[in-house]
Structure formats: structure tokens, C-alpha cells
Antibody, heavy 116, light 110 residues
């Protein structure tokens, strides 16, 4: 089955860190750029970061630049988002998405809650 | 405050045609393609339209997209109850070097 599955979310205290994972199956993962998009409770979509197929290009939203780091391991069909210095504003469901003519495949999301 | 502007809500009756707009600028829609996403309650977004007016396999032809200068529109004809969802536009912004989304339009089917 063609799918993306996120994991690694949870409850973390302000200033803490989490490493989110996105694991792909059913397609040639190494041929696609992958993005992280988040959605705060009751809010819209916010693009967070992206990484190209070979990891040559990485981009970040200003809101996370310097705090989040995206990486990938094509041998494990996985993309990672290391999130540091988390604040309440980072509370959201984090989706990973494949870029193939738009974001054509999404995972189910993983919830990150930042609270003391 | 989203870089792309959408009206927060829209509504229509069964069978009606509705249009959802997305307004941007020369640094995004004016130079790059627009994609549209549908998000049903409690689920992940789904790609509805890509490259302004292309439908992915499996998306009914009741959904169509268009773009003009710095704005884009999503049209839904033959409105069905299943179409009740949030709709988001998105584009690449060449100044920000970011993907940008609209704030979303919640469609209610009356």
C-alpha cells in the first residue's frame, strides 16, 4: 500500500525537543521531495520544512528556522524532523507529505503538544 | 495572517455550483502554480487540484481550478453533502522561499 506514516509526537515541556519520523512504503521514496506541514488546533495549514530527494535542498519556514532540522535516510525510506526549543506555538498535528505534482500523498499526522 | 487570502466560509445547496477564491501576489500565485486541498473533518488533507487546473486520478470532474494573474479559484459543481469540508489553496513564494497556504475556506452544504 502506498502510504506515509508519522510517529514521534507527544507531550513535551516548553524548551524541550522531539524527533518526528515519517516512514514511507509502496513507492520509490528516494525519487520524491518530502515536506512537513503542521496544523494547530482549530487552525489552518502551515508549511514547516521540506527536503529534496537527495537531501541537497532543505527549506524552513521562518517560524522554525534555527530550531527545527529536517533530514532523510533513503535506505530506511524515512524523513525526520528534529524539533528543538519547543514552545506552545508549536503545538499542532504534524503531517508529512510527498511532493509529486502538489502534495499528493499525506500521512495521518502526529500530534505534538507543548505544555508544562 | 496567511500570505494567501481566502474567505473563511462559503455555502451552497445540494446540486448547486460554488466557487472558492484565493488571492495572492506577484511573488507567489503571480509566478507559480496553485494547488488546492480538501480536508474532511478529522482527516489529513487530500490533493484536489494541482498546477492550477489538473485533477489527480480519482478526483471527480465536478472539481475544477483556474488561475488569473495573482488569484485562483476552485469551483465545485453538482454540490454533494460529502463536499462539506475545509478547502486550502497553496503556492510557492519566490520571495520567502516557502510554500504558503491560504487560511482555508469552510464549505457548508445546506
Amino acid at each position: 500500500e502506498v502510504q506515509l506514516v508519522e510517529s514521534g509526537g507527544g507531550l513535551v515541556k516548553p524548551g524541550g525537543s522531539l524527533r518526528l519520523s515519517c516512514t514511507a512504503s509502496g513507492f520509490t521514496f528516494s525519487s520524491y521531495s518530502v515536506h512537513w506541514v503542521r496544523q494547530a488546533p482549530g487552525k489552518g495549514l502551515e508549511w514547516v520544512s521540506s527536503i529534496s530527494d537527495s537531501s541537497r535542498f532543505m527549506y524552513y519556514a521562518d517560524s522554525v528556522k534555527g530550531r527545527f532540522t529536517i533530514s532523510r535516510d533513503n535506505s530506511r525510506n524515512s524523513v525526520y524532523l528534529q524539533t528543538n526549543s519547543l514552545s506552545a506555538d508549536d503545538t499542532a498535528v504534524y503531517f508529512c507529505a510527498r511532493e509529486g505534482g502538489g502534495f499528493d500523498l499525506w500521512g495521518q499526522g502526529t500530534l505534538v503538544t507543548v505544555s508544562s | 495572517q496567511s500570505v494567501l487570502t481566502q474567505t473563511p466560509s462559503a455555502s451552497g445547496t445540494l446540486g448547486q455550483r460554488v466557487s472558492i477564491s484565493c488571492s495572492g501576489s506577484r511573488s507567489n500565485i503571480g509566478r507559480k502554480d496553485v494547488n488546492w486541498y480538501q480536508q474532511l473533518p478529522g482527516t489529513a488533507p487530500k490533493l484536489l487540484i494541482y498546477n492550477n487546473n489538473q485533477r489527480p486520478s480519482g478526483v471527480p470532474d465536478r472539481f475544477s481550478g483556474s488561475k488569473s494573474v495573482t488569484s485562483a479559484s476552485l469551483a465545485i459543481s453538482g454540490l454533494q453533502s460529502d463536499d462539506e469540508a475545509d478547502y486550502f489553496c497553496a503556492s510557492w513564494d519566490v520571495s520567502l522561499n516557502n510554500w504558503v497556504f491560504g487560511g482555508g475556506t469552510r464549505l457548508t452544504v445546506l
